[in-house]
């Protein structure tokens, strides 16, 4: 993807969140969403309890109601409307593309990253990953949606690329949960299955 291409995709992804920011919570409700419950399964089962978070594609900054106030909350999102959500609930926020965002965090310098749902609009996610590794201390979650391609030409109709990446983007994961549920897009009733990935870093 040239520059143009990509500064395409961050508009057309700025617009249609920026839209649902108001009622997102209700949309993701709907559409069964399971990312968080994984992420709240891996956390018991590590016993992580605590620490700063480095949210990509923070969205509303809902996770935040399911993991609690024992940890603090960093996020970054391309839609204002969405981190506008997210600073209600209580993240501090960065508005941009966390491609370019996640350059400036330190080394080590939070405790866990996740990637809820996210990581579908973003092509280069190897660099990504990389990033992820440098910035935290502790460990890394991320959802990886896999669109079967009627679903995936339905999601492209709104002018937004989506991309299937490989489990391979993440070297010698902890936990890798394959071929799951992940949600249902509830203006189509397209299953959209995919996998998750946890890893340790201490
Ligand atoms: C499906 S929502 C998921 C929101 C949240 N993680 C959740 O689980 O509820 C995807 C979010 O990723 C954001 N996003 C997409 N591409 C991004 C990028 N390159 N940088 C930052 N945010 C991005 C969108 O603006 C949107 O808010």
Redesign the pocket.
Known sequence: MNNTEAEKQ?KG??SV?DKMAPTYDKL?NDAQ?Q?EAILLEMYKKYGISAGKIFD?????G??KDLLGDSFTYEG????PA?THEAAKRGYTCHTG???DVIKEIGDKSVDHVIA???LY??EDVETLIKECERISRKSIFIILEHFGQEAKERMESAQVHVYNHPLSIVKDPTETKKDIFLWKRPSTGDIVNGNALFKLLE
């Open positions: 961050r992804v700025m969140y993701n969403y990312g990509i594609g923070c969205g509303t809902k996770v970054v999102d391309l839609s969405m593309a966390v491609e809820l749902s996210c609009f973003i």
